[in-house]
Every structure is written in C-alpha cells, then in structure tokens.
C-alpha cells in the first residue's frame, strides 16, 4: 500500500477563497482522521470518521469547516471562506481501530495551506 | 475531557548523552499512550507506545515509562545521534472522544555532534 495519500502538498490562496484538501486512506482502515499543525497549538484533531460516517467534529473551529467522506477511500476537508488565521499544515491520518484498541495512526504528509 | 501536557518544548543535547521528554495526563481511565516523532516536513510516525497494563517498554535505544497513579509518561532516548533530531509527540487515549488521541504540544530535540 502507498500509505495515506494526500493532496495537494501545498496551497497558497488568497483570504475568502474556497480550499479543498483531499485523502485517500490506506485500504482496509476503517477509521480516518483530519488534523491541523501549528506552531501555537501543535496536533488538534478537527473531526474522524469511522467507516465513513462522521464520529466526533467537535475540534472543527467553525461553520466554515466541513468535511465529508463519500466512500471508503476518499474524503475530503473544505474551507469556505478561507482567512489567513486558517494557515497551517492540515494532515489526514487512518487507521484500524481506535487508539488502545488496533489504533496506530498512519499520517499521510500534510497539506500545508497559506492564505495569504 | 483528556487533556496532555508535555515538556519541555525545546531540548538540546550532544550525541551521546540521553534525552528525556515527560507527559502528564489528566484523564485516569486513558490505558494507551504512543509517542510518535515527526522529522522535519515529514509526517508523525509512531515510534514507540505504552499500554495501562506495563510500567515500562524498551525498543533498543527509546524506552518509555509509565506511572498511572501520578498519570505521567516519559521518553527515554539513550546515546542520542543526530538521526534523533526531530519534534516529538505523546499522546493520550482519550476515553470520552470514544477512544480518541489527544497530542500533547511536542518536544524539539536538537542533538549535536
């Protein structure tokens, strides 16, 4: 398997534009997660799903997050409209099973986003 | 809900000597603990974890303990190399997000040679 794969690597839009992060999860794991990096406060899981259903989306920041998983091998992260405050390295991750069970979280590189 | 504090941010040390990062957590039904290193513009990978049942794991150079009654865990690198310069992070199985990990903020180890 070629590990999580996410595009696009990096992303310079502008401030009100529209921004669409992609993941494709390795095959067979039932669990996938979208996170955000930065420097001021560090890994913060923005929402998960398990077997592409939404579980847990409180860490999204607001309405202009949403995120959405239509098969097994595909979601995605939107942001509309973008501000600056949204720059950051945005990474999906998946896995088996949750943490303490199967939990080891495969990261795919990130998505380093600048809105400028 | 959980929540980890870890330190210190920054750690500075030369090849050779061991470096140790500690975490704390604040939920006491949290039985998973991974620690997880990030190279430069890499991706985390996990490196080394902990369940509630052991007090201690070693994997070669990393060994990791944990104490539940005080809700601290650590990480112990021993005869560090340049190669184990990177941004480390625990993290906490976090029972009220149905098993979730919550990350604590990470720890840059610089090793000089």
């Known amino acids: 398997d070629a590990g999580v794969i996410q595009s696009p690597r990096h992303e310079v839009t502008e401030m009100g534009q529209e921004v669409t992060l992609r993941c494709k999860p390795i095959?067979?794991?039932?669990?996938l997660f979208w996170y955000r990096q930065t420097m001021m406060r560090g890994l913060e899981l923005l929402i998960y799903?398990?077997?592409?259903?939404?579980?847990?989306d409180s860490g999204m920041p607001e309405d202009r997050f949403s995120a959405k998983m239509p098969n097994a091998s595909f979601s995605t992260l939107k942001i509309q409209p973008s501000e600056p405050r949204d720059s950051a390295v945005y990474f999906c991750?998946?896995?088996?099973?949750?943490?303490?069970?199967?939990?080891?979280?495969?990261f795919g590189e990130g998505s380093r986003l600048t809105v400028l | 809900g959980e929540n980890v504090e870890q330190h210190p941010s920054t750690l500075s040390v030369q090849e050779g000597d061991s470096a140790v990062i500690k975490c704390t957590y604040s939920d006491s039904a949290s039985n998973y603990f991974p620690w997880y290193k990030q190279e430069l513009g890499k991706r985390p990978q996990l490196i080394i974890d902990?369940?509630?049942?052991?007090g201690e794991k070693k994997d070669q150079r990393i060994a990791v303990t944990l104490n539940k009654t005080a809700k601290h865990f650590s990480l112990h690198i021993t005869e560090t190399q340049p190669e184990d310069s990177a941004v480390y992070f625990c993290?906490?199985?976090?029972?009220?997000?149905?098993?979730?990990?919550?990350f604590g903020k990470g720890t840059k180890l610089s090793v000089k040679p």
């Open positions: 799903f398990n077997n592409n259903v939404p579980i847990d």
């Open positions: 095959s067979g794991h039932d669990y």
């Open positions: 902990i369940r509630s049942n052991v």
């Open positions: 993290a906490a199985e976090s029972r009220g997000s149905q098993g979730n990990l919550i």
């Open positions: 991750a998946s896995s088996l099973g949750l943490a303490g069970g199967s939990g080891e979280l495969f």
